[in-house]
């Protein structure tokens, strides 16, 4: 039961901006609100009992789901791609600082064995990711502040989501094709 509730809150959290965007044109007010704060609960219930770093976004997102309910705010919904950028700039930041960084942990689980010359470049596309989520951040913000739920969903739902499939795609080719030649 636990893998399944994993999964399915996961995949909520992959769709927040469609849910959100069916919950605000199809559902009675506040209904979303409330259904997105209890999946984010029992998202939060199955962490408990891991010490993960993600976990101040979900916690977060039940601020900002129950707020929205309870203040009658809508738009407060459209403010968790926010955080969850800013969460990840954090922890990717953190991790340039403190190293080593996340992309050389996430390597380091294929190949243990890195060679000392790759970390420069790992840090470099740590670096990249920060970036990234430094844009994806600023837009998500601007939509959830300043242009209607059809354009915040089609950025945050879609957008959001080609751009990091860009970066994980680009970066593997990269990587395999022109670093492997080297």
Do not use: H
């Not at 259904?35 to 609960?41: A, G, P, R, T």
């Not at 129950?66 to 950028?85: C, E, F, M, Q, T």
């Not at 998500?140 to 915040?152: D, F, I």
């Not at 089609?154 to 030649?181: D, F, P």
Request: glycine residues 8%.
């Amino acid at each position: 039961m636990r893998l399944f509730l994993q999964i399915v809150t996961g995949l909520l959290l992959l769709g927040y901006p469609i849910a959100v965007y069916f919950g605000l044109t199809y559902l009675p007010a506040g209904s979303i609100a409330l259904l997105l704060c209890l999946m984010l609960i029992i998202r939060l219930a199955l962490q408990k009992q891991q010490v993960k770093p993600l976990i101040l976004p979900v916690i977060v997102g039940i601020v900002l789901t129950a707020g929205s309910y309870l203040a009658k705010r809508n738009d407060w919904l459209l403010y968790y791609p926010v955080v969850i950028n800013l969460s990840m700039l954090g922890l990717f930041a953190y991790s340039l600082k403190r190293g080593p960084s996340m992309i050389e942990r996430l390597a380091r689980l294929k190949e243990p064995s890195l060679p000392p010359e790759a970390v420069p470049y790992l840090n470099r596309v740590t670096q990249i990711w920060c970036a990234l989520f430094i844009f994806n951040g600023a837009v998500a913000y601007y939509t959830a502040s300043y242009t209607s739920l059809e354009v915040w969903t089609l950025y945050n739902g879609l957008i959001a989501y080609l751009l990091i499939g860009m970066l994980l795609g680009g970066e593997w080719l990269y990587r395999t094709l022109w670093l492997k030649k080297s």
